[in-house]
């Protein structure tokens, strides 16, 4: 099973809809699992009103039956794919388990790096069974990892955060999912895209 973990404070605004929405988009990928934490989770606790409407809204699935839990290191372990909310939650998950830090990203900072990756760049991963999901995301996380200090940076560094909403109005709610769920189908379209390339889908001499 390849597991992708999304994070941010308390596990009730951002992470669960990131989590939902990515759930939503991957659902019918084999052995690829959603879930989410919070570094400083509100233990117990569903998601806010308003990220439960905005999940039902673009396509989550399940919103009502999150609860909020706190992140563990077990958790970083198992995960293959880790998306923090902001770079300072990204920090937290690094500090808990320093060699997480290949797989470990904000979901801006993926959607940044990945969107437009080439064939060229995937060649490892088309060479890999269609069956083989986990080996194949595996190889798609290290390809990403290899665009770092490739791929512009933006001149704000804050670009790769997601904004807080937590118990701010309703339009800083739609700030915050303007900034996440463009950027999580953009993960989600470069992790289906990972899942289904083939040698045939990459250019001759390079398999």
Do not use: K
């Amino acid at each position: 099973m390849f597991e992708i973990l999304t994070v941010c404070t308390g596990n009730i605004c951002r992470s669960p809809l990131a989590e939902q929405v990515l759930r939503a988009r991957l659902s019918d990928l084999p052995r690829v699992s959603v879930a989410s934490a919070g570094v400083y989770s509100l233990t117990g606790r569903p998601m806010t009103p308003e990220a439960a409407a905005l999940s039902a809204e673009f396509g989550g699935l399940g919103a009502e039956h999150h609860i909020a839990r706190d992140l563990t290191p077990a958790m970083i372990d198992g995960g293959g794919l880790i998306f923090a909310m902001s770079r300072d939650h990204r920090r937290s998950i690094v500090e808990m388990r320093p060699r997480a830090t290949r797989i470990t990203f904000t979901l801006r900072e993926f959607a940044r790096l990945s969107d437009g990756i080439s064939d060229d760049e995937l060649v490892d991963v088309a060479a890999l069974p269609l069956d083989s999901v986990s080996e194949r995301l595996t190889e798609l996380v290290r390809a990403v990892t290899a665009r770092r200090g490739l791929v512009e940076r933006p001149l704000d560094a804050a670009e790769d955060d997601i904004v807080d909403p937590y118990r701010r109005s309703e339009a800083v709610y739609r700030e915050s999912a303007a900034q996440l769920v463009p950027a999580a189908e953009i993960a989600a379209r470069v992790i289906r895209r990972a899942a289904s390339l083939t040698t045939s889908a990459t250019p001759a001499g390079l398999v």
